[in-house]
């Protein structure tokens, strides 16, 4: 059975005359160009830790077939501003799993989009442990309660933003949490 046991978090940026070329530049830009990545859902397993991205990189080969939770947004609309981030909400019982999130977007900050990311990933882990949750209250009062709790140990995300070319290439943006054995 294949358990990820590490994580490292990655991002980057594109700019091509085609979508799947500037996709690509995205990818280069995070240094995972050169794996199979296949796309999963958005579990942080148990006993799992985040590394470096220089150590986890260290651990892979080009063409490996590596699993990742990626978030990624392109557009070829001058100025359009584009974010893509992945959020992360860590249990403080490392028996328990945690989540990941993925949340891309148009219009948004980089610190929006994160904050956001996080948010979704803190709420998914809240409602498992049974925390109070209250879709209402502002991000920093359910952090606030959350901390206080004891419960979730760590939250934090990850995030590329970038405005789209003037001359109407394609821009895009990728962040990416890659799960290693």
């Known amino acids: 059975m294949y358990v990820p046991s590490r994580v490292f978090l990655t991002k980057g940026v594109g700019i ?3 979508k799947l070329t500037s996709f690509e530049q995205a990818l280069r ?3 995972i ?10 579990i942080f397993p148990p006993h799992c830790r985040i590394i ?4 986890g990189l260290a651990r892979l ?4 077939i590596v699993h990742a939770v990626i978030s990624d947004c392109s557009s070829n609309e001058p100025y359009r501003q584009i974010a893509a981030s992945v959020g992360i909400a860590i249990p403080k019982d490392a028996e328990k799993y945690g989540y990941l999130s993925e949340h891309h977007s148009f219009g948004q900050s980089a ?10 990933a803190a709420q998914m882990l809240a409602t498992i442990l049974g925390l109070p949750f209250d879709p209402d209250a502002s991000y920093d009062e359910r952090k606030e309660l ?3 709790s004891g419960e979730i140990v760590h939250t934090k995300a990850i995030t590329e933003a970038a405005k789209g070319c003037r001359d109407g290439n394609w821009t895009s943006v990728l962040a990416a949490a890659v799960l290693l054995p």
């Open 61 to 64: 080969e080009p063409g490996q």
């Open 33 to 42: 160009a050169c794996f199979n990545l296949v796309r999963v859902s958005s």
């Open 29 to 31: 830009n995070a240094d």
């Open 52 to 55: 470096s991205k220089s150590r």
């Open 111 to 120: 610190q929006v989009a994160g904050d956001f990311a996080e948010d979704l």
């Open 146 to 148: 959350w901390r206080i």
């Open 16 to 18: 091509a005359k085609e």
